[in-house]
């Protein structure tokens, strides 16, 4: 049996792995870097088995597991999936079966996209910058403005559109004591480039700052999907899951055994 795996973040990963201790030849497919979205996690606390580490140690664990494991990584882009053929940029590809792993993507506000130091992801903000502004107040709003402090990032605000909190309120108390300074209902209206900075517009007045990170929810992010989908399965945050870690890798090791036992 040949299985196919789009994605190779935490889910992705673990079907590499779990699949291919049963001897089922497995190859991934990445656009971009081994480990996904969790690379830019300050702590990952939810898993367990796994002692409190930064999202930097746990994807070099996922990596080490992934070579141990000896699964093919094939780094291009999948465009489509159709009737067990993967489609890339520069090649089509076929398996017995195909697992989507794809995480999500981010909800954009195109307009606020005025320049490279808006971003939605920490690992994508320009490096030796001291004032940065944070739109959301969700884990990873807070987790992002905590990995700021640490990284040496002097000013760091986070802007809510409401009062209401969608983060652990631990992560909250930490980011509050580090000097991370919130502002409960004020949206962003507007931001404009001034060349070195950004300059922010909310209903209570004018900031400036040298970069913006944007975290205002998520959706799936599918390649096209077409044809028979019987032995097709999507898996972890790209099911549209809780976007959580464990539940991620348990769903997608619940799917591996499915495969493994011909379900």
Not at 82 to 98: A, Q
Request: hydrophobic residues 40%.
């Amino acid at each position: 049996m040949r299985v196919g795996i789009v994605g190779a973040g935490p889910a992705g990963v673990t079907a590499a792995v779990f699949l291919s201790r049963y001897g089922i030849d497995v190859t991934i497919f990445e656009k971009e870097e081994i480990g996904g979205l969790i690379a830019n996690a300050w702590r990952v606390e939810n898993l367990p088995v796994v002692f409190p580490c930064s999202g930097e140690e746990l994807v070099a664990v996922l990596r080490k597991r992934l070579e141990e494991s000896k699964v093919i990584v094939i780094y291009e882009e999948v465009l489509s999936v159709e009737d067990g053929v993967l489609k890339t940029k520069l090649n089509s590809y076929g398996f017995d079966k195909l697992i989507v792993a794809t995480g999500t993507k981010p909800k954009r506000i195109e307009d606020f996209e005025v320049n490279q130091n808006v971003v939605y992801e920490f690992k994508r903000l320009p490096r030796g910058i001291g004032r940065l502004a944070i739109y959301g107040a969700g884990d990873v709003a807070f987790d992002g403005a905590l990995k700021a402090k640490e990284m040496g990032i002097e000013e760091v605000h986070i802007f809510n559109r409401t009062d209401r909190i969608r983060a652990v309120p631990k992560l909250v108390q930490l980011a509050l004591s580090s000097g991370v300074q919130y502002h409960s209902f004020e949206p962003v209206r507007r931001v404009e480039d001034r060349g070195d900075e950004l300059e922010l517009y909310t209903d209570d007045g004018r900031y400036q700052f040298e970069a913006l990170l944007l975290c205002l929810g998520r959706v799936p992010n599918l390649p096209v999907l077409r044809g028979e989908t019987k032995n097709l399965y999507v898996v972890g945050d790209a099911s549209g899951n809780f976007r959580q870690l464990a539940i991620a890798m348990g769903h997608t090791t619940e799917v591996c055994m499915k495969i493994v036992h011909g379900e």
